[in-house]
């Protein structure tokens, strides 16, 4: 179910992710395995966020490489003192 789950990202339009994510919600859910119906009722959650990835496909990954380089800069310039 996981690995099946990935195609998700895969999908070559909101309409076809959202009959994809549909259908392995319905899974999930017939599966009757607890974690599976857990892990259903989670992504129903997130279900208008999971499908907006479609409307723009674009992802928060290099701006949040952005924001931990520049943490890392602070971090290292705490020992440095002031000229004053």
């Given at each position: 179910?996981?690995?099946?789950?990935?195609?998700?990202?895969?999908?070559?339009?909101k309409?076809?992710?959202t009959?994809?994510?549909?259908?392995r919600?319905?899974?999930?859910?017939?599966?009757?395995?607890?974690?599976?119906?857990?892990?259903a009722?989670?992504?129903?959650?997130?279900?208008?966020?999971?499908?907006?990835?479609?409307?723009?496909?674009?992802?928060?990954?290099?701006?949040?490489?952005?924001?931990?380089?520049?943490?890392?800069?602070?971090r290292?310039?705490y020992?440095?003192?002031?000229?004053?």
């Amino acid at each position: 179910m996981k690995e099946g789950l990935r195609r998700f990202w895969e999908q070559p339009g909101k309409a076809f992710a959202t009959s994809f994510l549909d259908g392995r919600l319905r899974r999930a859910q017939a599966s009757g395995m607890k974690m599976l119906r857990q892990m259903a009722g989670t992504l129903a959650l997130y279900r208008s966020g999971l499908l907006a990835y479609h409307d723009a496909m674009i992802t928060r990954g290099p701006l949040e490489g952005t924001i931990n380089k520049i943490r890392v800069l602070k971090r290292g310039a705490y020992g440095y003192g002031d000229h004053e």
